[in-house]
């Protein structure tokens, strides 16, 4: 903690969004990068820890997808009349999410939060893997691919259960926030979205699915290393 930070009361984990602006992130949460990796065939296979920077009570970060300092907001939202209206479906998960069932294992669906990272891909899909999860190699490996889809789309329960993450915000680079821990994220009218373990916020400004990534980084091929 810096110097001047000492002194300030201790606060719960939470992102706040303004209206137009950027991300307000308090409660002593860690931000660091991570970066996916891709074998061979350029399938994602895992993820890659980058620079840690040390937790501070509070930081703010763009949202815009304009800041000349990323990941932190510098103020460009305002001069270049940045719209961040959030349209993200309000709802319960449980009203959007569809429940595939395989042996000592159960994987729920909501398509509305997928942002393209393609973990659920290699070996022909989650979605026919999991009919064949009676083998133990194929239960693991259908667990490990959930558990690697950065937005929480994927979802499952068994056993082992799911990792649980300390509150975390990761940069993947050209892309958006990992959201890592049940952080919940709270609008500008005060309604929070559920928390969940894995969540991606945009940061290129041009999600239609406010505040949740949906992948647009690519189709504006977005930069930001960090």
Request: aromatic share 8%; with cysteine; proline share 8%.
């Amino acid at each position: 903690m810096s110097d001047e930070d000492k002194g300030l009361p201790e606060l719960r984990p939470c992102i706040r969004v303004a209206v137009d602006g950027p991300y307000f992130v308090s409660g002593e949460v860690t931000l660091t990068v991570r970066m996916p990796v891709h074998n061979e065939h350029e399938e994602a296979v895992a993820w890659a820890a980058g620079e840690t920077r040390s937790a501070r009570a509070t930081y703010v970060l763009c949202r815009c997808g304009r800041s000349v300092n990323k990941p932190f907001c510098d103020g460009t939202h305002t001069k270049v009349a940045f719209d961040g209206t959030c349209t993200a479906d309000r709802a319960p998960g449980a009203t959007r999410r569809k429940v595939y069932r395989g042996v000592g294992i159960v994987m729920s669906d909501d398509e509305s939060l997928c942002a393209g990272y393609a973990f659920c891909e290699p070996h022909g899909s989650v979605w026919k893997e999991i009919r064949a999860t009676a083998d133990p190699a194929v239960k693991e490996r259908v667990q490990q691919q959930i558990a690697d889809c950065p937005s929480g789309r994927l979802q499952y329960l068994g056993a082992p259960a799911e990792k649980s993450y300390p509150p975390t915000v990761a940069a993947i680079p050209d892309g958006p926030f990992w959201v890592l821990g049940g952080i919940p994220v709270e609008m500008p009218d005060g309604f929070r979205y559920e928390a969940r373990n894995r969540q991606l916020l945009c940061r290129c400004g041009g999600s239609r699915n406010k505040p949740f990534c949906d992948g647009s980084h690519r189709r504006l091929a977005f930069k930001a290393s960090a």
